[in-house]
């Protein structure tokens, strides 16, 4: 029996455009086929392929969105495997329709008895509620293997074997939970793919198909459908699927070198680990996230800016930002906390953090959780990222803080 902790998910299929001989556009800068595709049937609809107004591909699109004229973006299909996803999971997965196609495992047609599941994210790291729940996983997978012998004996005059089989399984499957494992292939154009991660990976969004949501991004963005500007210094969108930061990790390699060591941290110590980018004094944008998934990914979005200051990072904002006394305390008056400090007390903090580099919260921004973060900053001493580490509180101790402020310092080497 196999216990999944997250999706795993698999690209099929992406856009391949095959540009006609006779209407060549007058591309201009980087794209992606997808891209292309899309771009090429706008300017079909006014045969425009010769570019008058000088359009890059990128700035062609975002126009093209302006004018709601986003039909042109269901022409780029990506084709994706999700496994280790929950039937619970796709059952929401498959309330969106409109450009999206579906095949999934069918509990009917496959045997269960080796069936895995899916922990749910809110249990994982408390042992005792996975025994618990893991326990229950036991009890239905005997249940559904019982079933099954003993419909198998009970229509035993169905003359057909693999008929004989499906009744006995469609109705034996009714023991096994939401839990049970499933693969399902979703194949969906750029519009609906947008549509769906923004549903999905928002606050209101269920933790398993939020979490699916984020690993979704991760793979469309390997694939370049999420960009960052390095122009406009801001994230940007090859086919406008979601405002998300990756695309700045991934060119400047940080997310390769950071996520390892996120990954070491978060084994390690117990935690989640988060890393934001500073956007301005008054936001930060949460780029990516690993760890056990504890209920603080509750409070997060990724790719969402979330108001400062608050809690440690917000600390290390006050202390290596640029605004002044007065715009932080203008700042700090709007933001709640779940046990807020005075500002006086918020300003001690931030001559702590100056010192030592780096910023504790012992429960008052959420309750019964610790926060550490420590700045990224330029070689300029700009700062840029926040890396912060969120446990239970009862998990960190003074000394466990201490290894784990230590086990920072090569992140945020390899990130400078
Ligand atoms: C946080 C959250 C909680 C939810 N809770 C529940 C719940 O408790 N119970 C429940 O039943 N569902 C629930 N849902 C599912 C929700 O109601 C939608 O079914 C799901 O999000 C798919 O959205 P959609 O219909 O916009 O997507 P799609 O079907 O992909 O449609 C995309 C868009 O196309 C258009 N469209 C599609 N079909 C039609 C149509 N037939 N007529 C007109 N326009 C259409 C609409 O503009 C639609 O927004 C929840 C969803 C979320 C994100």
């Not at 891209?35 to 890059?56: D, H, I, V, W």
């Not at 009714?174 to 979703?186: D, F, M, Q």
């Not at 959780?369 to 700062?383: G, H, K, Q, R, Y």
């Amino acid at each position: 029996m196999r216990f999944y902790t997250e999706p795993v998910v698999t690209v099929l299929a992406r856009p391949q455009f095959a540009e006609p001989a006779h209407l060549k556009v007058n591309w201009i800068g980087e794209s992606t086929d997808g891209e292309r595709l899309a771009e090429f049937a706008g300017r079909l609809c006014y045969m425009s392929q010769k570019n008058p107004a000088t359009r890059s591909t990128r700035d062609y699109l975002e126009n093209i969105k302006k004018q709601g004229h986003g039909s042109v973006l269901e022409h780029a299909n990506y084709s994706l495997l999700l496994e280790g996803v929950s039937r619970s999971l796709t059952h929401e997965l498959v309330r969106h329709r409109a450009g999206f196609a579906y095949s999934q495992l069918s509990q009917r047609y496959v045997d269960e008895t080796d069936a895995s599941f899916v922990v749910p994210p809110a249990i994982q790291g408390d042992a005792a509620m996975e025994a618990a729940w893991r326990l229950q996983m036991d009890g239905a997978l005997a249940a559904y293997v019982a079933m099954v012998e003993q419909l198998m004996e009970r229509y035993s005059w169905v003359a057909d074997k693999v008929h004989r089989r499906k009744m006995a399984r469609e109705a034996a499957r009714s023991v096994l939970p939401n839990g049970t494992e499933t693969k399902i292939v979703c194949t969906a154009n750029a519009r609906a793919w947008r549509t769906m991660l923004e549903l999905r990976s928002s606050e209101g969004a269920e933790q398993e198909i939020r979490r699916c949501a984020v690993a979704i991004l991760r793979t469309l963005q390997a694939e370049g459908f999420v960009r960052y500007d390095e122009a406009a210094r801001s994230y940007s969108v090859s086919l406008h699927i979601l405002e998300l930061a990756y695309g700045v990790l991934r060119r400047s390699g940080l997310m390769d070198l950071a996520r390892p060591l996120m990954h070491a941290i978060s084994d390690t110590h117990g935690v989640s680990v988060y890393l934001s980018k500073v956007l301005d004094p008054t936001s930060l944008l949460l780029l990516d996230w690993v760890g056990v998934a504890f209920r603080t990914d509750l409070y997060v979005t990724v790719g969402r800016p979330s108001p400062v200051p608050a809690g440690a990072s917000g600390v290390i904002m006050a202390a290596f930002g640029n605004s002044s006394e007065p715009e932080l305390e203008a700042l700090f008056s709007k933001v709640a906390w779940y046990q807020k400090p005075s500002f006086t007390e918020f300003l001690a903090r931030v001559k702590d953090a100056k010192k030592s580099g780096f910023a504790v919260d012992r429960g008052t921004m959420f309750q019964g959780i610790t926060l550490v973060s420590v700045p990224v900053l330029s070689p300029s001493w700009e700062l840029l990222l926040i890396l912060t580490a969120a446990g239970h509180s009862h998990d960190l101790e003074p000394e466990a803080l201490e290894a784990l402020r230590q086990r920072k310092k090569p992140v945020v080497e390899a990130a400078c």
